[in-house]
């Protein structure tokens, strides 16, 4: 009997899962398969693809093989010769040996579905390709099917079927009316070390970006009540109120993120806590003086009613009942501060104030430590620990970054909100429409710095990395928008300012005139280059949480970049020591430098054999470490078996001090 060739190419994950060459194809594209006479065929997606393929494979397979582009008659006509020859084959086996060829095959497809189970609930476990090629692979995750899926996880079940099942539920939902109330389903959860999550993503939202649209009034207020006195004071209760309506923004992204209820109750629970953001933000202007009381009862309002539900969570919600109950009162401890702080006078409310933001910030912090039940417990204390959050509610990484994402954009265009103005001159090419140019590139690069130069080639996000990365990444984006909101409404300042030639306040609308001063005060000048220096450096401290993929022949590596990009943070926010520099001068420096360092991180980021005016992708590669050894792979090789990625999870996890985030 003659023996046939493998047919099928290897179409599993890299990332550890069990290869059977039995298996039938289970609907991922083939990447190669083999003719009768033992020839490989490498399928190309697209034309595009040819090149860069041939070349690839001529240095590992020399010319064995023939490459043809997925849908061509030369696909069509190499997989059809394939599939007669195996059918022939199928053909004289079954005559040859009839009963036999049978059971053989009702064997084959018994392991098939039993393979596929066991390598979608233990080896791989994660339907997340695209998650993992934006934010970085991590042994540490897997998903969880939602009810109408759960039929897809049965072992002898046909895979099809459940699919076309699933749909048509979901089909019929679109009949269905919004109910008043929904018991909630925790949508991701951390349990012995491993983040369990829906494979799908978390959908923003119609009624989160209803809430983005409040904080633009929360900005403009806070930064331009700050950059109109630019003072000691102005800065500290600028800290203050924003850092306070930064914590309901923060508990409203938390509480949807951990918790899927998709009823009339969640809107109205939302609607509460914007009410008490409106009534807080109302009272910022005078917080200092007459309307501190009304402020804090406003903030406190919303905290305890996210304290509250925390605890209903907990109540109705058993499995997660530890963390729940222990995030309400870690959530309505700062309370007591602050109710302590209405009857004390300034300066000593200050202290109350203080304790009270940083049990705000970091009191989730304390939970993870219980929950993490680290050495420095006692063993006693350490089981209980573990036994009370064994389940602890995490947040979807989609939804996190996405969301942060959105508050950075509002901040930006809070930014060039601020630069407009109205001119009343026949013609208004003068000094202040170039400041405002210049604002609005300013701004521009900030934004290509931020949500492309330092996402680009991203091996690993820091949320993904390490738990110390993520909780920096989590962290830091208060103070780098703090900075740049400061800075934003000072520009605003400096643009109307008419210090400089060509800037009479003449040619501005009467209303705008009136902002106009002569000169722009010291404080203003600190409160503009400080700002916008140490968001530039934190900025910096962000792309440093992330992982790189290594390029080797990159004209400047990474770190390379960010030491400049740091070195000129540390120039803006000593420009205010330069006396001579007038409101023009200062903008068109502090910009000229923001895109210095745009533009080495465009022309560093390309290789040396490429050319920065036109692309050439034929010697860009990159390369990532992973925790296993090359004997390691030579003997997983040899013996045809394959790397459990739960021994590469528990691997880094000791080298990182049993710490992982995902």
């Known amino acids: 009997m003659t023996s046939t060739p493998k047919t099928f190419g290897d179409n599993t994950s890299t990332s550890g899962s069990h290869h059977h060459h039995h298996l039938h194809h289970t609907g991922k594209r083939l990447r190669h398969f083999f003719r009768p006479d033992g020839r490989k065929v490498h399928i190309a997606g697209s034309p595009d693809e040819v090149e860069t393929l041939r070349r690839t494979l001529s240095t590992i397979e020399k010319d064995n093989f023939d490459l043809v582009i997925h849908g061509t008659p030369e696909h069509i006509e190499a997989l059809k010769e394939t599939h007669e020859h195996h059918m022939a084959t199928h053909k004289k086996l079954k005559e040859q040996h009839g009963d036999l060829v049978d059971e053989f095959e009702r064997v084959i497809r018994q392991l098939d579905e039993l393979s596929l189970e066991l390598h979608m609930i233990s080896e791989h476990a994660v339907q997340l390709d695209a998650n993992f090629s934006k934010y970085g692979y991590s042994a540490h995750l897997r998903t969880k099917d939602s009810p109408e899926m759960s039929a897809a996880n049965s072992v002898l079940g046909d895979h099809a079927s459940a699919f076309d099942k699933a749909s048509w539920e979901a089909e019929q939902q679109r009949g269905v009316t919004m109910k008043f109330y929904k018991k909630p389903i925790v949508r991701q959860y951390f349990h012995k070390g491993l983040l369990w999550r829906a494979s799908e993503a978390q959908e923003v939202a119609s009624y989160e970006l209803f809430v983005d649209l409040l904080y633009v009034g929360i900005i403009a207020i806070s930064g331009d009540n700050a950059a109109e006195i630019a003072t000691g004071q102005a800065l500290l209760r600028f800290t203050i109120n924003f850092i306070m309506g930064w914590k309901f923004w923060n508990d409203i992204s938390v509480l949807i993120s951990w918790f899927d209820t998709d009823d009339i109750l969640r809107r109205c629970t939302v609607l509460f806590i914007l009410t008490c953001l409106l009534g807080f933000t109302t009272n910022m202007a005078d917080s200092w003086s007459e309307t501190w009381t009304p402020l804090v009862g406003f903030y406190l309002a919303g905290r305890l009613f996210i304290a509250t539900t925390y605890a209903w969570y907990g109540w109705i919600i058993p499995m997660v009942r530890g963390s729940m109950i222990g995030s309400s009162i870690m959530t309505a401890i700062p309370a007591g501060f602050w109710i302590a702080s209405i009857y004390v006078e300034e300066p000593r409310r200050q202290a109350l104030v203080w304790v009270g933001i940083f049990l705000d910030m970091f009191g989730s912090m304390f939970l993870v430590c219980w929950q993490r039940a680290g050495i420095w417990m006692a063993p006693r ?89 993520a909780i920096i990444w989590m962290s830091i984006h208060l103070p780098f928008i703090m900075s740049f909101v400061l800075s934003a409404a000072s520009l605003s300042k400096l643009v109307l300012a008419h210090d400089c030639a060509n800037s009479d306040p003449e040619t501005l609308y009467e209303t705008y005139a009136a902002r106009s001063t002569p000169d722009i005060s010291r404080g203003q000048r600190w409160f503009y280059c400080g700002g916008l220096g140490i968001a530039l450096a934190i900025m910096g401290v962000i792309s440093l949480t992330h992982v790189y993929k290594a390029i080797p022949n990159q004209r400047l590596l990474k770190w390379k970049r960010l030491v400049f990009r740091f070195c000129v943070a540390i120039v803006i926010i000593c420009l205010p020591l330069a006396e001579g520099l007038n409101s023009l001068h200062l903008i068109a420096t502090t910009t000229g430098l923001v895109l210095c360092v745009l533009f080495l991180e465009l022309v560093g980021s390309t290789c040396t054999q490429d050319t920065f005016w036109r692309d050439d992708k034929r010697y860009c590669k990159y390369s990532a470490k992973c925790k296993v050894t090359r004997k390691e792979l030579e003997v997983s090789m040899k013996n045809g078996t394959t790397i459990n990625v739960e021994d590469i999870a528990k691997r880094e996890a000791g080298e990182n001090g049993g710490f992982s985030v995902v």
């Open 381 to 469: 204390m350490q089981n209980w620990a573990k036994k009370w959050f064994e389940f602890f509610p995490g947040a979807n990484i989609e939804h996190k970054i996405e969301r942060t994402g959105a508050f950075v954009t509002l901040v930006f265009g809070y930014s060039v909100v601020a630069l407009l103005y109205e001119n009343k001159a026949a013609f208004g090419i003068n000094a202040y429409f170039g400041k405002a140019v210049l604002g609005l590139v300013q701004a521009f690069a900030f934004n290509w710095l931020y949500f492309e130069i330092d996402s680009f080639n991203l091996h690993t996000h820091a949320i993904r990395r390490h738990i110390f990365s």
